[in-house]
């Protein structure tokens, strides 16, 4: 724990390679100095005085004006922490909560975990003594299920909503009539400008606050002709503003869509430049391009500690973040000048008519893209160069983003809504309610999976898979593996596929680290590869130089690890045995197709498989332990698929066609079954539509109908 003396240093780390730039840090007196200047600041009392009066309030501000990092601070110091109660402030990522409990924390100078912490699935840094909680959405979703009334919080700050995740929007609808029972409780919704009309509709007219700003104007610049490659023109973009612009100028912040074109576009502009600084020197001239210039990356896989190196003040240099859209609100990098916009996301989308996930990149909408032109003027007027057309602009894409409730799978969320008594899911109180297509498809797909009964009830199977924070098909393979004897194992696959990329791959020993990963494939099974590398991590007394010797990210498998603790927790809670298969692996297999019965495929044709239940074209991903063998299995089933150019589906495992008769009866049958297994073939017998006396849905259907 730090000292209490102002002026003090507050140590921020920074790794070897930036130690030249020195160990900038703020003084205690420096971070109050800049809590007074931000504009939340400004109206503390009257922000106070409104959450006194009224149960719920909408805080509307521009990005950077202090609603994330100040107003749960001010709650606090409003006496909102007596008692034992709890403030919350919820984010949809899981980065922002991590990185906004450290900075307040920073700010309040405690130690993070304590009075300030921060929960988000699988890791949990809070402790006796918290007052302030920051946590993804879905950790608070899932409190109420322990907890119905929540409590120990006295106040809940709802950040970010105008972003309308899924477990943002779903929290609402449980607050609605939450409030009532709990009257002492305050809800905080704090949005920018967009969708917060709606919410204070949602909520009774509830009064909306504005915190004044001031922004600066952004000149936009659209791209002249449409951009074939966009990290190719974002590198060629920031290159010419850094080397037209004197770098005391300010920052640049690039918007890409994710970990691979934020890391391609980091290391294209980097070689650029060393390549320019090589050619000036070769002129003898002085200058040195690369050195001045500080390439950073954020998003979601990326380390916390790296991520932190964001926000470290870089005098004398120019600063290029290269962020995924949680730079558009989430966190607001101070001294931005220069915006490129690549004019993408990647969103999870869903397709009811085949019942399938998938993540694509789709063009973002107005708002997004104004929201990101924004993020240059905030310290001073900015440029925000947009890599599309202006006739793009207007023609491929929508005003706003479409709430993720309306384009994903729901089943998760309704198996949850369903546990927690919400047996009629047409009465509950949507913002704006999922299209019937998915809620219908998701319904049908839990029911599929034995988590629903025909009259649309939870099972025992449904009530216990409830309980586990995990998709459906895992939550599934997990408690079938108690009964099967494999459940020591599964659980260990169902933990490692809970944690970003096992295996390492830097660009420059592509061959090596390809060479490293196959020798742990076990040849028909991705899932038993990573119970493999797993368990010789473990063999190796879960040692760092190990997984440096052999390209798995030590990190991660240390993540899976806790999660692996946690879950045998939670099980050993419920009740579910954790037993284990001690060798024999083809019970495991039988156990993971299990939970995936639903996404089959037949081989058809050289490396090709056919989805057993829409016939889509699929290829084996090439990280994949089954990818490029001369002998591929005739039945497959997957745990995900990726659109890109070609549909691949991605974490593979071999299973016998009787498998996917047992548990995949409801999709499945068979043209002939022989006792010799070479001879049957599986077709799709896909009844989407419910039978009979499936009454629940069809009730749920009419109701829809009805109310449209
Ligand atoms: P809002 O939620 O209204 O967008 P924030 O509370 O996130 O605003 O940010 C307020 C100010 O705090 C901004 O100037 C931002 O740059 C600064 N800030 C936020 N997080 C950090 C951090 N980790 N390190 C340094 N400054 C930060
Ligand atoms: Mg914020």
Not at 208 to 235: L, N
Not at 670 to 695: C, F, G, H, N
Request: glycine residues 6%.
């Amino acid at each position: 724990v730090m000292g209490v003396s102002e002026g003090k240093k507050n140590a921020v780390t920074i790794d070897s390679a930036h130690a030249d730039q020195a160990k900038v840090s703020e003084t205690f007196s420096e971070i109050q100095a800049a809590r007074r200047s931000l504009p939340a600041f400004k109206v503390r009392s009257e922000l106070l005085q409104i959450i006194r009066d009224n149960q719920v309030v909408i805080v509307i501000g521009e990005t950077g004006s202090g609603k994330t990092t100040q107003l749960a601070q001010f709650l606090r110091e409003d006496g909102y922490c007596q008692e034992g109660h709890m403030i919350a402030c919820t984010q949809p990522r899981r980065v922002a909560a991590m990185s906004v409990a450290t900075r307040v924390a920073l700010e309040m100078d405690v130690k993070l975990g304590r009075e300030v912490g921060y929960s988000i699935r699988f890791e949990d840094k809070t402790s006796e003594c918290t007052e302030i909680k920051f946590m993804t959405d879905g950790i608070l979703l899932r409190e109420t299920i322990t907890s119905s009334t929540l409590e120990k919080y006295s106040c809940i700050i709802m950040d970010e909503a105008h972003e309308r995740s899924l477990n943002t929007d779903i929290l609402f609808g449980i607050f609605k009539n939450l409030l009532f029972a709990r009257r002492d409780l305050k809800l905080i919704i704090t949005s920018a400008t967009m969708n917060a009309a709606k919410f204070s509709q949602f909520f009774g007219s509830a009064p909306m606050f504005t915190i004044p700003g001031r922004t600066f104007p952004v000149q936009t610049i659209f791209s002249r002709h449409p951009v074939s490659d966009y990290v190719e023109s974002a590198i060629v973009q920031a290159t010419k503003i850094h080397l037209s612009t004197p770098i005391t100028s300010g920052d640049i912040l690039i918007f890409m869509t994710g970990q691979e074109d934020i890391e391609a576009t980091c290391e294209g502009l980097h070689e650029k430049l060393s390549e320019i600084t090589a050619r000036k020197k070769l002129e003898s001239s002085n200058l040195s391009e690369v050195d001045d210039i500080l390439i950073l990356p954020i998003y979601s896989a990326l380390p916390a500690d790296i991520q932190g190196r964001i926000f470290v003040p870089a005098p004398n240099k120019r600063k290029v973040v290269v962020a995924t859209n949680i730079a558009e609100t989430s966190l607001t990098v101070d001294g931005i000048k220069y915006v490129i916009d690549c004019g993408y996301s990647k969103l999870k989308v869903y397709n009811p008519q085949i019942g399938l996930d998938s993540l694509q990149m789709v063009p973002i909408s107005m708002a997004s893209a104004n929201q990101r032109s924004g993020r240059a003027g905030r310290t001073g007027p900015g440029v925000a160069y947009r890599l599309f057309t202006e006739d793009s602009f207007f023609d491929d894409m929508y005003v706003q983003t479409i709430p993720e409730i309306q384009r994903t799978n729901l089943s998760n969320t309704l198996l949850l809504l369903k546990y927690l008594g919400f047996s009629d899911l047409m009465s509950f109180p949507f913002v704006d309610p999922p299209p019937e297509q998915i809620m219908l498809s998701s319904l049908f797909e839990l029911w599929t999976v034995g988590a629903l009964d025909n009259f649309g009830n939870l099972t025992k199977l449904g009530r216990q898979m409830a309980a586990f924070p995990l998709q459906p098909a895992l939550s599934k393979m997990l408690l079938n593996a108690a009964q099967s004897g494999c459940s020591e194992e599964v659980l260990t696959i169902v933990s490692m596929l809970s944690v970003p990329q096992i295996f390492y791959r830097p660009k420059e020993r592509q061959e090596e680290s390809d060479q490293a990963r196959s020798r742990f494939f076990v040849p028909e099974s991705d899932h038993l590869t990573l119970l493999n590398v797993y368990a010789q991590w473990k063999a190796n007394n879960f040692s760092s130089a190990w997984c440096r010797r052999h390209f798995l990210q030590f990190k991660s498998l240390q993540r899976a690890k806790d999660v692996q603790s946690q879950l045998s927790m939670l099980m050993e809670r419920k009740s579910v045995p954790i037993v284990s298969s001690g060798t024999d692996w083809d019970v495991i297999r039988k156990c993971v197709c299990s939970g995936y019965a639903h996404q089959a495929g037949r081989l058809s044709g050289l490396s090709k498989y056919a989805h057993l239940r829409n016939g889509m074209e699929m290829r084996i991903h090439p990280a994949s332990a089954l990818f490029g063998s001369g002998d591929l299995p005739s039945y497959v089933i997957y745990h995900e698929m990726l659109l890109t150019t070609n549909e691949y589906i991605n974490m593979v495992t071999a299973v016998d066609p009787f498998w996917l008769m047992d548990y995949g009866l409801l999709f499945y049958n068979v043209s002939r079954r022989k006792e010799d297994e070479e001879d049957i073939t599986l077709y799709a017998e896909d009844r989407r539509q419910p039978p009979k006396d499936s009454i629940d849905l069809e009730i749920e259907r009419a109701v829809m109908k009805k109310e449209q």
